[in-house]
């Protein structure tokens, strides 16, 4: 900070020391003029009147002097004159103290000190500026000095240089020089005392002033170093307010950025696994195909992967078992990737790889089988094994195609024929593919006018004693015929109903056909002891089937023993509360079988705690008899599990009397086969089975 008193004291000391220097000079030099001016009047005063009286005794003094005048010769001329004595009484009681005169030529003709006649002063500047008209003169202070009376010390005289003229005579001639000296010590020393008081009172009003100022200029100086304080603090607080703001800002932007990322990696990624997500999948692909060389052929592929029934260990077990499952099976195929692939998760059961750099189909293929069998050991989440396939989809990059969606797309659909060539496999897209998939579609669209349009009929199949070979019931099975794509097959339309869920409105009709049929060959009397239906789980699902169930009975007069509901085993996978729903079911009276017996995750556990009382074995494992000695103890062992638990077991798809024999030694109950008639329609059927009247 600028010392302001410190600074101003020195400047302000400096210059009032220096001004009242200035004019104390003044004022002494002033003084001393006066005095020298007053003395000088004085002494022309005193040489007026040594003119005027003594002028007599001088003149011949002057008159008489000669150039070769010897000094002593001119003393004794002044003694003679007299001139002494009369100078010594004129200047008695006056402050003059000695007297000189010269000649014009400058020769000293008389002192008051007799050692000095004959000086030459002809060059004297005084002498000479007296000899021009002018007194002159000047202050001196002599410590020694010899006057009229003797000796004298310590002194301060004027001496003067006078002109003499002749008294009276009007002449203008000089006659001669006086040289007056006169005593002004007392002047002097008045003088100086005056000046010591001046000195002091300047010194003293300047001291005041000083202090008055410097009084002033403190008291700015304080309030403006509070103020400077005072901005200081404002400025240090502004400062830290800076910081502190700055160090906000710098946290809020790297929370931002954070924020960002998380954003970034959340839109990229799948929140459960941690995979890259769809979006991210795109990109890189869409990166990989444009860097791609097409003159080679398979560069890329793309596998889609789905796993198989998943759906049935996330409806069974709960969604946190389901997701736990899924991150298991990330980490499987993420520990099996190369460097150069990358996995992805779509959403679901669905999983999606990117392999790049490959060098041909077998290199897919092989890395297909390898995933594959990451597969084989079961997956353990809480205390749960669980047995998982995966069904995998390959399409590949130049050969099928540059774009992302349609590499995408075929891989999803040669992932839906591995599913539908049994699962836990691999498929390379097909150009085939592409028009299946578009049928499906068609498909999709066509079977929702189906009932409406008087598209959907029911064919029976017949159910027979495998001893006595009387019709023991019938199997009702859905008939879709197109009037576009023809005849289709219940293989293919019901998934998609099922999909769609448009299963419901298709197995409440077949129900509602099925009774009614029921109650027409009664009427008709064609005694047929017990129609089957086949029931999707997904309309299990639903609550409202029970009371369908016996709405439909009500309403064509069937009684509930006479109706067969064939369920899948994978509505015990599927179904959370399965043997509730079944149990619904059983109170209403109705008998349940369990459908093709053998292909699903059949367990002698809860098969024991079934509430049905039909065993339906799969056709598969007929078809098996007398080709795979496996099939036929297979097949023996259901029988023998039907007969242990006291069900009625029914052999599916027999076509050969060698088959029929088989399972007749066996002990199976019942038969159902082309063997004794194909699915028809009901006029067909009952024409088959009625007995003629
Ligand atoms: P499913 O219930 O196992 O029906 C038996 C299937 O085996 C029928 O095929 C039948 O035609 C066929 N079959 C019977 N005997 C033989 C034989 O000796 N040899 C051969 N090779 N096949 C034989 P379909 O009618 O094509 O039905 C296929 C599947 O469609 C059924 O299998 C059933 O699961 C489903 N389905 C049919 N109708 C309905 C329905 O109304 N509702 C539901 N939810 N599913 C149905
Ligand atoms: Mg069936
Ligand atoms: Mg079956």
Redesign the pocket.
């Given at each position: 900070m600028f010392r302001l008193s410190r600074y101003f004291s020195l400047l302000s000391l400096a210059l009032i020391a220096g001004a009242s220097a200035l004019l104390l000079l003044y004022y002494r030099h002033n003084a001393m003029e006066q005095l020298l001016a007053l003395e000088q009047s004085r002494a022309a005063e005193f040489t007026q009147v040594f003119e005027n009286s003594l002028w007599t005794e001088f003149k011949p003094l002057v008159d008489a002097a000669r150039p070769g005048d010897t000094p002593e010769i001119l003393r004794q001329r002044a003694a003679a004159s007299g001139l002494h004595g009369a100078l010594a009484r004129m200047a008695r009681g006056t402050t003059v103290l000695k007297v000189k005169i010269y000649t014009p030529a400058g020769m000293t003709v008389f002192s008051t000190d007799p050692g000095q006649i004959g000086e030459d002063k002809s060059d004297n500047p005084g002498f000479m500026g007296a000899m021009a008209g002018r007194t002159t003169g000047a202050l001196t202070h002599r410590n020694q000095f010899d006057a009229f009376e003797g000796s004298l010390s310590e002194r301060d005289i004027i001496f003067a240089y006078v002109p003499i003229h002749a008294p009276s005579s009007g002449e203008t001639r000089i006659a001669g020089v006086f040289e007056i000296y006169q005593d002004v010590t007392s002047f002097v020393q008045q003088a100086e005392r005056q000046m010591a008081w001046v000195s002091a009172t300047v010194l003293a009003v300047l001291a005041a002033l000083y202090l008055a100022q410097f009084l002033v200029v403190h008291h700015a100086q304080t309030i403006l170093r509070s103020q400077a304080e005072a901005l200081h603090e404002a400025n240090e607080d502004l400062d830290r307010r800076v910081q502190e703001r700055t160090q906000a800002l710098v946290h809020e932007i790297s929370e931002r950025r954070l924020a960002q990322q998380q954003l970034n990696h959340l839109a990229h990624h799948d929140p459960l696994t941690g995979l890259p997500n769809r979006t991210l999948f795109r990109e890189r692909l869409t990166r990989q195909l444009l860097e791609l060389d097409t003159a080679d052929q398979t560069q890329l592929a793309v596998l889609f992967i789905d796993l198989d029934r998943f759906k049935d260990v996330n409806d069974t077990l709960g969604h946190p078992v389901g997701d736990a499952l899924l991150i298991n099976v990330t980490r499987r195929l993420q520990a099996s990737m190369g460097p150069g692939d990358l996995l992805a998760r779509l959403g679901g059961d669905e999983f999606i790889c990117l392999l790049g750099g490959l060098n041909g189909v077998p290199q897919a293929e092989a890395t297909a089988q390898r995933l594959l069998a990451l597969f084989q050991q079961p997956f353990t989440v809480d205390d749960n094994r669980l047995h998982l396939s995966a069904s995998i989809g390959i399409s590949l990059a130049p050969a099928d195609g540059m774009d992302v969606d349609v590499l995408v797309r075929q891989a999803d659909a040669a992932m839906y024929q591995a599913k539908a060539l049994g699962r836990n496999r691999h498929h390379f897209y097909t150009a085939e593919m592409t028009t299946q998939a578009r049928e499906r579609i068609q498909l999709e669209g066509r079977l929702r006018s189906a009932i409406g349009a008087g598209e959907l009929s029911?064919?029976f199949?017949a159910k027979v004693d495998i001893h006595s070979g009387q019709l023991t019931g019938a199997?009702?099975?859905?008939?879709w015929h197109c009037a576009e794509l023809g005849e289709v097959?219940?293989?293919r339309f019901?998934p998609v109903?099922?999909e769609t869920g448009y299963?419901e409105e298709?197995?409440a009709w077949?129900l509602n056909e099925t009774c009614r049929q029921l109650a027409a060959w009664d009427v008709a009397g064609l005694r047929v002891p017990v129609l089957s239906?086949?029931?999707?789980v997904k309309?299990l699902e639903r609550g409202n089937f029970p009371a369908l169930l016996q709405a439909c009975l009500l309403r064509w007069g069937v009684v509930a023993q006479r109706i067969e509901i064939?369920i899948?085993e994978s509505v015990v996978l599927v179904l959370q509360d399965a043997f509730s729903r079944l149990a619904e079911l059983q109170a209403i009276g109705v008998r349940l079988a369990l459908?093709?017996f053998g292909t699903g995750y059949s367990s002698l556990s809860y098969l024991n705690r079934l509430p049905v009382q039909v065993l339906?074995i799969?056709?598969s494992f007929?078809?098996g008899i007398g080709v795979k000695r496996s099939d036929e103890s297979i097949v023996q062992a259901m029988v023998d599990i039907a007969r242990s638990l006291d069900l009625v077991s029914v052999a599916?798809?027999?076509?050969t009397e060698a088959q029929l024999a088989f399972l007749r030694r066996l002990g199976c109950a019942e038969v159902?086969?082309?063997?004794f008639g194909?699915?028809m329609p009901p006029g067909d059927f009952q024409a088959r089975w009625q007995a003629p009247a």
């Open positions: 029911l064919h199949q199997e009702a099975l859905l008939r097959p219940p293989a019901i109903a099922e299963i298709l197995g077949a239906i086949n029931l999707s309309q064939e899948t459908d093709d339906k799969d056709r007929i078809s599916e798809g027999v076509e159902q086969g082309y063997l194909k699915p």
